[in-house]
């Protein structure tokens, strides 16, 4: 399924602006710096208590929001949204202790049970040179193939190795496939681009390919 956070190769959204921060700050203002801090922790935390947590569940839950809020939201506050949410959800606070700006206790006790590890498929199905097509539907709620090379012809760059599949990892199922570099001409992606000899590498599973 395709949300708004998808915008790769869409139109109609305006110049992107430029922004000037004092580089010498790493952080522009105090609050963003102390939500990278509380996500890092808690994101650290979650993983070492293997609680069904995976970082694709978090960009899942950011996906989710609304495409309004999703377009006119800081980086840093969409951050803050998604932490709230995966605080309810694994049980460390509620939505009153966020209305209210307190919690009730101290203490914290996770309800999520381990993630489920699933076979590992290691077996390479396609080599470096193979020509492979990218897939042209996602049924997933969370994917990590772009919209715009759906349904494109690319050549196999290099074999990078086995990773966990993002689209099962969001629901806290790990499914480990290999991994593929995979060249896209840029004449076979943009039709404004006819003549370009530029190319694009993206990395992807091996279930987001087929044969060409």
Same mark, same amino acid.
């Given at each position: 399924?395709? $949300?708004?956070?998808? %915008?790769?190769?869409?139109?109609?959204?305006?110049?992107?602006?430029?922004?000037?921060?004092?580089?010498?700050?790493?952080?522009?203002?105090?609050?963003?710096?102390? *939500?990278?801090?509380?996500?890092?922790?808690?994101?650290?935390? &979650?993983?070492?208590?293997?609680?069904?947590?995976?970082?694709?569940?978090?960009?899942?839950?950011?996906?989710? +929001?609304?495409? @309004?809020?999703? +377009?006119?939201? @800081?980086?840093?506050?969409?951050?803050?949204?998604?932490?709230?949410?995966?605080?309810?959800?694994?049980?460390?606070?509620?939505?009153?202790?966020? *209305?209210?700006?307190?919690?009730?206790?101290?203490? /914290?006790? %996770? #309800?999520?049970?381990?993630?489920?590890?699933?076979?590992? !498929?290691?077996?390479?199905?396609? !080599?470096?040179?193979?020509?492979?097509?990218? !897939?042209?539907?996602? =049924?997933? /709620?969370?994917?990590?193939?772009?919209?715009?090379?759906?349904?494109?012809? =690319?050549?196999?760059?290099? *074999?990078? =190795?086995?990773?966990? %599949?993002?689209?099962?990892?969001?629901? =806290?199922?790990?499914?480990?496939?290999? $991994?593929?570099? *995979?060249?896209?001409?840029? !004449?076979?992606?943009?039709?404004?681009?006819?003549?370009? #000899?530029?190319? &694009?590498?993206?990395?992807?599973?091996?279930?987001?390919? @087929?044969?060409?």
């Amino acid at each position: 399924m395709d $949300t708004i956070h998808d %915008l790769g190769g869409r139109q109609g959204f305006g110049p992107v602006l430029h922004q000037f921060d004092d580089d010498q700050r790493m952080f522009p203002e105090e609050w963003k710096a102390r *939500v990278w801090a509380i996500a890092m922790m808690s994101m650290s935390k &979650l993983s070492q208590e293997e609680t069904g947590w995976t970082l694709d569940w978090y960009r899942h839950v950011l996906e989710r +929001l609304p495409p @309004d809020l999703y +377009l006119r939201f @800081d980086y840093f506050e969409k951050w803050m949204l998604a932490m709230m949410v995966t605080a309810i959800d694994e049980g460390i606070a509620d939505v009153q202790e966020f *209305v209210d700006g307190h919690a009730r206790s101290a203490t /914290m006790q %996770l #309800r999520h049970m381990p993630p489920q590890a699933e076979s590992a !498929k290691t077996i390479d199905s396609f !080599k470096p040179g193979d020509k492979v097509l990218a !897939k042209r539907d996602s =049924g997933s /709620m969370h994917t990590r193939l772009p919209s715009y090379v759906r349904g494109r012809r =690319g050549i196999v760059e290099s *074999v990078t =190795g086995p990773q966990p %599949l993002p689209d099962l990892s969001a629901t =806290g199922r790990i499914s480990i496939e290999q $991994t593929y570099a *995979v060249r896209f001409d840029m !004449k076979e992606l943009w039709p404004e681009a006819a003549d370009s #000899r530029d190319v &694009l590498l993206i990395d992807m599973w091996e279930s987001y390919l @087929d044969p060409a």
